[in-house]
T-cell receptor
Framework: EDQVTQSPEALRLQEGESSSLNCSYTVSGLRGLFWYRQDPGKGPEFLFT???AGEEKEKERLKATLTKKESFLHITAPKPEDSATYLCAVSGGSNYKLTFGKGTLLTVNP | GAVVSQHPSWVICKSGTSVKIECRSL??????MFWYRQFPKQSLMLMATSNEGSKATYEQGVEKDKFLINHASLTLSTLTVTSAHPEDSSFYIC?????????????????FGPGTRLLVL
């Protein structure tokens, strides 16, 4: 059974204070690891798809990396508008179903 | 690209009535659409997977007669909550997986709608 564990559950940063979110996973035959951002009362917004260990992707202040056991979402010099819940999910095997972690609630204070 | 819409965005209904929620992929064709339910401060729970023209596959514990799913075309799926009761109140979110990888649109990725908040009185 696929499993995803995200840490920390909540993270509070000052504006400009860089940090990383962790996503540990176990999956049979990784098809993809996905990062989403979710604002309160809205659906998840797609950020990145990573396919294999060693892969990295960047978008503005965010950078996602992948190893065989975990993924990191690095946030460089965050701004208050980066405050949201960040969700990690994996898809494996022969279907395209996603297994989600519980998310990390990020709060960036001005 | 990868825009998914849901309608309505919120709905209030009386106990015993049925509610239909639409999910549309606006700028791509979706081979598969997924329906999720999310409770406050919890992650997404997959309810069912639907493929165009075939019956939906429901997750364990999800009542198929309570939550009717129709995937009539490559851009539209509907979820009908039949005889809704207060315990069905929740945030329902759909996602769509593109038929093919094209440009920035990835075939393995699910793109989510904005969600529908259902309140059953």
């Amino acid at each position: 059974e696929d499993q995803v564990t995200q840490s920390p559950e909540a993270l509070r940063l000052q504006e400009g204070e860089s940090s990383s979110l962790n996503c540990s996973y176990t999956v049979s035959g990784l098809r993809g690891l996905f990062w989403y951002r979710q604002d309160p009362g809205k659906g998840p917004e797609f950020l990145f798809t990573l396919y294999s260990a060693g892969e990295e992707k960047e978008k503005e202040r965010l950078k996602a990396t992948l190893t065989k056991k975990e993924s990191f979402l690095h946030i460089t010099a965050p701004k208050p508008e980066d405050s949201a819940t960040y969700l990690c999910a994996v898809s494996g095997g022969s279907n395209y179903k996603l297994t989600f972690g519980k998310g990390t609630l990020l709060t960036v204070n001005p | 690209g990868a825009v998914v819409s849901q309608h309505p965005s919120w709905v209030i209904c009386k106990s015993g009535t049925s509610v239909k929620i639409e999910c549309r992929s606006l700028d791509f064709q979706a081979t598969t659409m997924f329906w999720y339910r999310q409770f406050p401060k919890q992650s997404l729970m997959l309810m069912a997977t639907s493929n165009e023209g075939s019956k939906a596959t429901y997750e364990q514990g999800v009542e198929k007669d309570k939550f009717l799913i129709n995937h009539a075309s490559l851009t539209l799926s509907t979820l009908t909550v039949t005889s809704a009761h207060p315990e069905d109140s929740s945030f329902y979110i759909c996602s769509a997986r593109p038929l093919r990888t094209s440009g920035l649109l990835k075939g393995e990725t699910q793109y989510f709608g904005p969600g529908t908040r259902l309140l059953v009185l």
